[in-house]
């Protein structure tokens, strides 16, 4: 069975932090994983997708990730917080298999 | 291009009525997937359509049903509506099967179960 956990359901940064939003996976095979974002009353758009091509993935937005296999995590990170990056952030495995989501504040 | 639309947008219904929603994907996508997200539960998987048939399905009871038309727009039907079945059901399409391909959600169907 594959399932995604993303630590932290609420995560504060001040502008300008970085910041930093965990996931794990759990895949008995080598998975797909991706990051997408969804800002209040609007759908999900995606950030930015594994396919093992690269561990270290550059999203939209200056967001990235990094595939650890040893670690089954794929952390979002971005450098410097922005007020326009509040919103919750999802990680999922293979498409299907969504973690519960972290909703990320900036604090001006 | 349009984005994925979903209609209606709200939805109020009571205990034990039927609610059918509907999605109609991006121009030339041909899979479909389903989601209900609540809070604390984020998505959860409904199931996926591609070229009319069923090809996943989540963990709901059979209460949950899709179908997928030739056109590829697909409606989602819930029987008999219980409390715990409100939520934003969100609709995705993508061009190929949805385990590889990016997914380009819907705004949502917010249902209200009274």
């Known amino acids: 069975a594959q399932s995604v956990t993303q630590l932290g359901s609420h995560v504060s940064v001040s502008e300008g932090a970085l910041v930093l939003l965990r996931c794990n996976y759990s895949?008995?095979?080598?998975?797909?994983l991706f990051w997408y974002v969804q800002y209040p009353n609007q759908g999900l758009q995606l950030l930015l997708k594994y396919t093992s091509a690269a561990t270290l993935v550059k999203g939209i937005n200056g967001f990235e990730a990094e595939f650890k296999k040893s670690e089954t995590s794929f952390h979002l990170t971005k450098p410097s917080a922005h007020m326009s990056d509040a919103a919750e952030y999802f990680c999922?495995?293979?498409?299907?298999?969504f973690g519960t989501g972290t909703s990320l504040t900036v604090i001006p | 291009k349009a984005g994925v639309t979903q209609t209606p947008r709200y939805l109020i219904k009571t205990r034990g009525q039927q609610v059918t929603l509907s999605c109609s994907p991006i121009?030339?996508?041909?899979?479909v997937s389903w989601y209900q997200q609540t809070p604390g539960q984020g998505l959860q998987f409904l199931f996926e359509y591609f070229s009319e048939t069923q090809r996943n399905k989540g963990n709901f009871p059979g209460r949950f049903s899709g179908r997928q038309f030739s056109n590829s727009r697909s409606e989602m039907n819930v029987s008999t509506l219980e409390l715990g079945d409100s939520a934003l059901y969100l609709c995705?399409?993508?061009?190929?099967?949805?385990?590889?391909?990016?997914?380009?959600f819907g705004p949502g169907t917010r249902l209200t179960v009274l």
């Open positions: 121009s030339g996508h041909r899979s």
């Open positions: 999922a495995a293979h498409q299907f298999y």
């Open positions: 995705a399409s993508s061009y190929g099967r949805a385990g590889v391909n990016e997914q380009f």
């Open positions: 895949s008995s095979v080598p998975p797909y």
